[in-house]
């Protein structure tokens, strides 16, 4: 792509913006429209766009595999961690309420961590699917 | 006036759906599909589902639209030509299509407070959330609190399907040829 210097320019100028939306989208989803499902698409979103300008090689350098695998993963076990907190802290499993001294404050931090763990898992796993596929790419021969 | 927007947007949506039938270019059905997804966030938006709606955009017409694309540097651009006109196919189609037309016609008014959906748990959450949850969003409360269990369900399965595609297509450390 070294001789698309508009593209690469106007990418580069435009990622910033789209992992900053996607964090607005992630912790600003308890007061509008969004959540940790749509910022984490948001957030894969910005790298597919950096995959797809300045080539898989590149975006797999910023986003290495074992990283991703590392963030599906503990998205699952943050969400699943805070039920747990919330078992020790005598509540039922994913009940928030008992995580702080107020039923409000605590709903507040469990759904804040819930979420946070929905958008790293869901960004990783849709970063990984796109880096599988287009790995696939028989002009990209890079390990996935 | 909305309902004049409605009815643009879903003729919109059938003139694209039936354009990604007739085309032979792949390249063209995907961005039709990835229009098509569009199209139908706006239907989501001018329901009032903002939430929804931010789904399908960044996910049908986004993410997917990005792994078509990836699928069709694997395969030819151009659909291969086959017999067109299955004259029993159009007619479990259309069967099909009218017994789901069929069926809307026993479903409550659109908006109707007095549908089921609206008597059962929903007055509950939004009687309630403000003083339980104390969040603005009541969708996220519903979602992240009400209904933990199930958004932890559909996280694994997020997980699962990375899981999946990475078994399907490599771990990484594929053999290189």
Redesign the interface.
């Known amino acids: 792509m070294r001789e698309k210097p508009i593209l690469r320019v106007g990418t580069k100028l435009l990622i910033p913006f789209i992992l900053l939306f996607a964090l607005y989208v992630q912790f600003h989803g308890d007061f509008g429209p969004g959540g940790g499902f749509q910022a984490g698409v948001i957030f894969a979103s910005g790298f597919i766009l950096y995959a797809l300008v300045f080539g898989i090689a590149n975006a797999r350098a910023a986003l290495p595999a074992g990283l991703r695998r590392q963030i599906m993963a503990l998205g699952v076990l943050l969400y699943a961690g805070v039920g747990v907190v919330g078992m020790l802290a005598g509540g039922n499993f994913l009940d928030y309420s008992v995580l702080s001294d107020t039923p409000t404050t605590g709903q507040h931090i469990g759904i804040f961590l819930v979420e946070l763990g929905v958008g790293m898992n869901v960004f990783a796993t849709m970063a990984t699917i796109f880096f599988v596929f287009a790995s696939r790419d028989p002009s990209a021969k890079e390990d996935g | 006036m909305i309902e004049l927007l409605d009815i643009a947007v879903l003729s919109m949506m059938v003139v694209s759906a039936v354009a990604v039938l007739w085309l032979r270019n792949l390249f063209a059905v995907v961005m039709l599909s990835g229009a098509y997804s569009l199209l139908a966030a706006t239907l989501y938006v001018l329901l009032d589902a903002?939430?929804v709606?931010?789904?399908e955009a960044?996910?049908g017409a986004?993410?997917a639209t990005?792994?078509m694309l990836?699928?069709l540097?694997?395969v030819p651009h151009q659909e291969k030509e086959t017999r067109r006109g299955s004259l029993g196919g159009l007619m479990v189609v259309a069967a099909t299509g009218a017994l789901l037309v069929y069926a809307t016609l026993d479903m409550p008014e659109f908006g109707d407070p007095d549908a089921p959906i609206h008597r059962h748990v929903v007055p509950r959450y939004m009687q309630d959330s403000p003083?339980?949850?104390?969040?603005?969003?009541v969708?996220?409360?519903v979602?992240?609190?009400y209904r933990?269990?199930d958004?932890?369900g559909e996280?694994?399965v997020?997980?699962t399907?990375?899981i999946g595609?990475?078994a399907l297509?490599?771990?990484?450390?594929?053999k290189?040829p």
Do not use: H
Request: aromatic share 8%; hydrophobic share 50%; net charge positive.
């Open positions: 903002v939430d709606a931010f789904t960044a996910v986004g993410i990005v792994l990836g699928t540097t694997m003083t339980e949850v104390g969040l603005p969003n969708v996220t409360s979602l992240a609190s933990g269990y958004t932890l996280t694994t997020i997980f399907a990375a595609v990475m297509l490599g771990w990484g450390r594929r290189k």
